[in-house]
Structures are given as structure tokens and as C-alpha cells.
């Protein structure tokens, strides 16, 4: 396993019910060895250096931005074995020309180092550069999970962009709500049950039959009075939000 975050921290953990992972690597030491000592029979490493060549399975589950190095770092130098990297937005083909069997293993998922997830309930999305390579790919997203979808590189691009509107981007706007409740110490938990409704319409109704509130009902002074309360950031990210709801509905004659 390359790497040692939040993915690659459950991914191991799971894959360790069906594979020895020999080596956990990581820049810091630290990193690496907290995972390690959660696995059997696993070393934790820092330096590329001292990665097993003799491997049949490389993961690279790092930033986005670090996968070409890692694949460039290692290139030719790990015989035939299997390379995949975790990532929803980098192409398969940062392998090509460095490894002859490659592909993708993306979890569809947020995932947090400390929080538990039921892997087995998680999407995965695979590509293989060869039919053989999907094939063992599959194999290997088969024993994690019951969900396994074929997806290529631009499939997986656009699932990643949806993923990061519909849980990085909310996530952000539950931050900033917990920041304006903060100012009367108010808690987020009085929220829970409006999000969990929220997200239980989500799951039947379309999000756009479901939207509800001031801009979807074109209430402008409590959007005026709203963005008066708030921080400039934050005013802006409102209006610009509302603005985004009244234009859908206004363009398809809802309003």
C-alpha cells in the first residue's frame, strides 16, 4: 500500500481479509506505522527505496497530485505485478509506459481515518488497461464490495465532480452553518433532523422535485435579511447559491 491516509487506511484494513499487505510506505514514518501495526505481518517503510519489488499487487492511494511521481518512481521497477491507484479524477494511463498491467480502484466514498464504513456497502468503480487486468481488478473489488461498476477515465472524472458537490461542498456548507450557530452557542445537532430528512428525500424524490426554501419559493426579503447576518464570505456563497436556485426554477417556469 502506498500510501497511509484516510483511503488508503480502510482499504487496507479490508483488504487484509484476503491479501497479505506486506508493506505500508509513507513520507512520514509515523504515518506508516500506525496503519502497519493495525495489519498482520506488515512493515512500515518511508523510503521508495525499500519497497518490495517482489509484490503482485502495488495500490497507490495518495493525492491526486502525487500519483504521476510515485508512478515515475517506481517505473520498471516491479516486475509484473498489478498497479492500481485509488483516485476518482486521475486518468489509468498515468501508469502507461510505467507498469504493463494497471488500472483503478476508486471507492466511492468519504472516508475518515477514525470513523468506521462498511466497505461492503461502498461503490467501486474499476478500469483495467487490459481485459485480463480488469478482470483481476474486478476479483479484487468483488471481495470488498457488492456494488463493482466498470467506469472509465471520463465517467470516473464526472462521478468524482458530482461526489465532490454532493458531499465536499455540503460538508463545507455544515461547517459554516455550525460557525453562524456558534454565535449564540447554539449546537449543530439541532440540525440533524432537517439534514436527515433532507437526506432521506434525496433518496426519493429528485433533489429538484425535493428543494424547498426562500430562493426556491422567491421569498427575496428573507434572503436580504439572511445575507445581512452574515460574514461576507459566507454572504456571498448564499447569494450566490440562492441566485443558482432561483435561475433552475425560474428558467423552467416552477417558480
Request: proline residues 4%; negative net charge; glycine residues 6%.
Amino acid at each position: 500500500m502506498i500510501g497511509a491516509g484516510n483511503v488508503a487506511t480502510h482499504l487496507s484494513k479490508s483488504l487484509s481479509a484476503y491479501y497479505h499487505v506486506t508493506q505500508v510506505y509513507s513520507r512520514t514514518i509515523e504515518n506508516a506505522r500506525r496503519l502497519s501495526m493495525q495489519l498482520p505481518n506488515c512493515v512500515a517503510i518511508d523510503s521508495f527505496d525499500d519497497i518490495d519489488p517482489n509484490a503482485d499487487i502495488y495500490i497507490v492511494s495518495v493525492h491526486d497530485d502525487a500519483i504521476s511521481m510515485v508512478a515515475d518512481k517506481l517505473a520498471g521497477k516491479c516486475g509484473d505485478a498489478l498497479w492500481m491507484h485509488t483516485s476518482g479524477s486521475v486518468a489509468a494511463k498515468v501508469f502507461e509506459g510505467k507498469a504493463g498491467r494497471y488500472g483503478v480502484l476508486y471507492p466511492l466514498q468519504t472516508f475518515s481515518r477514525d470513523v468506521p464504513v462498511d466497505v461492503s456497502s461502498v461503490p467501486f468503480f474499476i478500469e483495467g488497461n487490459t481485459p485480463e487486468s480488469l478482470s483481476e481488478i474486478r476479483g479484487i473489488a468483488q471481495n470488498l464490495s457488492s456494488e463493482v461498476r466498470e467506469a472509465d477515465s471520463e465517467s470516473r472524472r464526472l462521478i468524482h465532480v458530482a461526489a465532490v458537490l454532493a458531499c465536499n461542498f455540503t460538508n463545507h456548507l455544515w461547517a459554516l452553518a455550525e460557525d453562524v450557530l456558534s454565535e449564540k452557542n447554539i449546537p449543530l445537532s439541532v440540525l440533524f433532523p432537517l439534514m436527515q430528512v433532507t437526506l432521506n428525500k434525496a433518496e426519493n424524490l429528485s433533489p429538484h422535485d425535493a428543494q424547498t426554501g426562500p430562493a426556491r419559493r422567491g421569498d427575496k426579503q428573507t434572503i436580504q435579511s439572511h445575507l445581512a447576518m452574515l460574514k461576507p464570505d459566507v454572504a456571498e456563497i448564499y447569494k450566490i447559491l440562492s441566485q443558482s436556485i432561483m435561475n433552475r426554477y425560474i428558467k423552467l417556469g416552477d417558480e
